[in-house]
């Protein structure tokens, strides 16, 4: 009954809410970790007989073991998602996850990297040798540059890739196209690849390949952004991710539009975007005081 149940919502998120692949893979292994406490706590139980009690159990489980505030609140944002489903589908009458309330989340603003020492990574940093260094190459100059997600750039395929008109056109959240424009330079690398991409007879359709003429696993991209960030910041967060925000904090530090930052990121509200304006403003501040003979420093 349960593994049915599970079935049908990850279906219902892949079909109706059109997840990535990524996003639904989280949202099982959260419904497995959700299960196995059950069938540890409980002697038996069926979908309909799952309390408001059971789930904050689970939930202070997740607090013992010292969880992120951000990686319990997500597991509750999954079983919510799951639960109201299936009263949806009349498998129970009463939402267990109506009351529970997920712990406070610490403001944190995104982890960018200074333009200085991301510009190094380009300049003077040794990539390997033949293809494996030029594809790398070219994942960090495609995420800095086009501001996209893990799930988008791998998903990239050669026919996304307008050489002529200088944009990629991606598949965002939700199965949401959008359109980014690069510049020259990204234009020259993406050439350089597709042609040593050829040369090696690498037919795959996908733009970022191994030499196996398979696409770029999730994985393999994570390494690559890992140990070319190394280099340059000492900061624990060294993910696709960081470039995802580098890119948003340097284009508001240049005096770009917020409105235009929020279409090139593909965030459904300005208030996800917004957040990269305090990176902005902490930095103007720093300037001010530096600068300004009035300012105590």
């Keep these: 009954m349960v593994e049915g149940a599970v079935h049908g919502f990850v279906s219902y998120l892949n079909l109706q809410k059109r997840f990535s692949p990524l996003t639904t893979e989280s949202y099982q292994a959260d419904l497995k970790e959700f299960f196995h406490f059950l069938d540890e706590a409980l002697n038996s139980y069926t979908l309909a007989s799952i309390t408001y009690l059971d789930i904050r159990e689970f939930v202070s489980s997740l607090m013992d073991k010292e969880l992120s505030p951000r990686s319990v609140n997500r597991k509750i944002s999954t079983l919510k998602s799951f639960f109201k489903y299936l009263l949806k589908e009349g498998e129970i009458e009463i939402n267990p996850t109506q009351k529970i309330q997920g712990p406070k989340m610490p403001k ?6 200074d333009e200085d020492k991301l510009a190094s990574v380009f ?3 040794q990539f390997a ?4 260094g030029i594809r790398d190459k070219l994942i960090l100059d495609i995420l800095y540059q086009t501001g996209i997600r893990r799930a988008e750039i791998l998903g990239l395929q050669e026919k996304d890739v307008d050489i002529y008109n200088t944009q990629l056109k991606v598949l965002g959240k939700r199965n949401k196209e959008r359109v ?6 990204l234009k020259r690398n993406i050439e350089e690849y597709l042609r040593v991409k050829e040369e090696h007879h690498l037919t795959n359709p996908y733009l970022l390949v191994t030499l196996k003429n398979a696409p770029l696993t999730p994985a393999k991209l994570g390494k690559i952004v890992k140990d070319a960030l190394s280099a340059v910041t000492t900061s624990m967060k060294k993910s696709p991710h960081v470039l995802r925000h580098t890119f948003a904090t340097h284009l508001l530090d240049h005096g770009a539009d917020i409105n235009a930052v929020k279409e090139l990121l593909g965030h459904a509200s300005l208030s996800a975007t917004q957040i990269y304006t305090h990176n902005s403003i902490d930095k103007l501040k720093k300037s001010y005081n530096q600068a300004h003979p009035r300012s105590g420093n």
């Design 123 to 125: 300049t003077t940093q």
């Design 180 to 185: 980014i424009p690069f510049d020259i330079s």
């Design 129 to 132: 040798e033949g293809f494996d």
């Design 108 to 113: 944190r603003l995104p982890v960018f990297i």
